[in-house]
């Protein structure tokens, strides 16, 4: 098993910056994808962004592009989303994800093994 344990939400000003983190344990070693997703209220949850845990490769969803970064620390077994020029419409509850195999479809919450217990942002115009 592996948990997840995000933190760094909060609520920010239009165009700000939060930092999230997602800290694993147990059998980290399993892990071959982690990613973030996120849930506004009376929306469907939504892929935001992933990283490889052990290479480079990164996706973003398009509302993201060019505004959030993602990046992994392996000998803290961490990874981060980075979320700058943040605006109203990214706010939601942001969860971490794990996969022990690369998803067939990476932006699909269906994929993912490994749930964290979320974290809140709000941005507020």
């Known amino acids: 098993q592996v948990q997840l344990v995000e933190s760094g939400g909060g609520l920010v000003q239009d165009g700000g910056s939060l930092r999230l983190s997602c800290a694993a344990s147990g059998r980290v070693f399993t892990i071959y994808t982690m990613a973030w997703f996120r849930q506004a209220p009376g929306k469907e949850r939504e892929f935001v962004a992933t990283?490889?845990?052990?290479?480079?490769?990164?996706d973003f969803a398009d509302s993201v592009k060019g505004r959030f970064t993602i990046a992994r620390d392996n000998a803290k077994n961490t990874h981060y989303l980075q979320m700058n020029s943040l605006k109203p419409e990214d706010t939601a509850v942001y969860y971490c994800a794990a996969a022990f195999n690369r998803p067939y479809d990476r932006t699909n919450s269906a994929f993912y093994h490994y749930w964290g217990q979320g974290t809140q942002v709000t941005v507020s115009s």
């Open positions: 990283i490889s845990w052990r290479g480079s490769d990164t």
